[in-house]
């Protein structure tokens, strides 16, 4: 049988890490071709030596030459940069990119693996937030399959197995409720970075973590979701369910509700999309039913949580403006973690960063990459007058 040839981007994250669990327990059907990491040089080297990869990536350049030292006995190519990463997934043998890249930095290789017809399993959200007209009619063009990696959409990607998308009626996203769900606004004010990453279900990295606790995560899945399901934000839903037992939901034109179960575990979203039709054996542990005694919903508070109704207005508005909302949250995030912000503050820095920052109606590849770095711009000269 051929093993699926996997260049894993973000191969150091949470994710990434999570991702080669899944390469070492099917080494009967995966293969890593190409592990890429942003600067940890150890990790990457010791994951380089257990997996043995063709070709290694680090994405700062200033890392290169350790890393180009540490695996100096090693018969692999080790490559540096931006432009190489854009490479290493338009090589010939890789049969899947799993990008998990952390933020805006996903989208060029993204491109460049559907521009060569790769399968791309998607773990970086941003980049459909950011560019999903453009990366969603790249795939088209090109007939590469995009398979949702986060939970949420793995579930309503495996709820759609078979279906008619024409009688979808919406489509319910989960969310925990992060570790403030229970929070009063005056609380939220004072909350500290390590109160927010300690996230009471899921085991993520900074970034993503800090968004799930300020609602912007959801509202990043609601536009991801708008893209690969080809829905309009008003057939998108978020409710609150603590628990993290069912992922996501899909409603349908006859009232029926197909909802995806589980353990909180990103190795089965993660297997799913790397063996996708199949489903791999897992030892993973399994839901007792006699033990789920409650199961709870209610709706998103958007007036503690506002990142998510500016989710909404950017899905809807269109354009950059989700590119826009993209760079002002990492931006506030970044601030926020270093202490230069409080929570509720970035809030405000999004909402300010999508006002001043310049819009476009139909953007091209380009116009992203300006939007981007003006948003940044933007939001730092805020970030800069908050002090």
């Known amino acids: 049988m051929h093993k699926r040839q996997i260049a894993l981007l973000g191969s150091t994250g949470s994710i990434g890490t999570q991702a080669l669990d899944v390469v070492r327990d099917n080494t009967d059907r995966f293969e890593i071709y190409a592990l890429v990491a942003r600067q940890n040089v150890d990790l990457l080297a010791q994951q380089a030596r257990e997996f043995r990869p063709e070709v290694v990536v680090i994405a700062d350049e200033q890392y290169y030459a350790p890393l180009k030292e540490a695996l100096a006995d090693l018969p692999m190519k080790v490559w540096a940069g931006a432009d190489a990463i854009a490479d290493v997934v ?12 952390v933020g805006y930095a996903g989208l060029r290789p993204t491109l460049a693996a559907l521009e060569a017809g790769k399968a791309v399993a998607l773990a970086n959200k941003e980049t459909l937030v950011v560019a999903g007209e453009l990366v969603t009619a790249t795939a088209r063009r090109t007939g590469a399959p995009i398979l949702p990696v986060d939970s949420e959409h793995s579930a309503i990607f495996q709820c759609l197995v078979g279906q008619d998308a024409s009688a979808v009626e919406k489509v319910i996203l989960t969310a925990s409720g992060g570790p403030f769900r229970t929070t009063t606004r005056e609380a939220l004010a004072d909350v500290t970075p390590a109160e927010a990453l300690r996230h009471p279900n899921w085991s993520m990295g900074a970034k993503v973590t800090i968004d799930s606790a300020s609602m912007m995560n959801k509202g990043f899945e609601m536009i991801e979701a708008r893209w690969l399901f080809g829905l309009p934000p ?9 628990q993290s037992i069912i992922h996501s939901m899909v409603q349908f034109a006859d009232g029926a509700v197909m909802a995806q179960l589980g353990t909180p575990d990103m190795h089965l979203p993660i297997a799913y999309a790397l063996a996708y039709p199949h489903r791999l054996r897992s030892a993973a542990p399994r839901l ?3 033990q789920l005694s409650t199961l709870t919903f209610e709706a998103p508070d958007r007036e503690r949580f506002r990142n998510l109704d500016y989710a909404y207005e950017a899905a809807r508005r269109g354009g950059n403006m989700p590119c826009i909302l993209n760079a002002a949250d990492e931006v506030a995030v970044a601030a926020f973690l270093s202490g230069k912000i409080g929570f509720l503050a970035m809030s405000d820095l999004i909402a300010e960063t999508m006002v001043r920052t310049t819009f476009i109606a139909t953007p091209t590849y380009d116009d992203y990459v300006q939007t981007d770095a003006e948003a940044r711009r933007v939001a730092t000269e805020i970030t800069g007058s908050q002090k």
Not at 90 to 101: E, H, K, R, S
Not at 234 to 242: A, K, L
Request: a negative charge; aromatic letters at 4%; zero cysteines.
């Open 234 to 242: 008003e057939q998108i839903e978020v409710v609150v369910h603590p």
């Open 288 to 290: 007792d039913f006699a």
């Open 90 to 101: 338009q090589i010939a043998p890789v049969d899947v990119v799993l990008t998990a890249m």
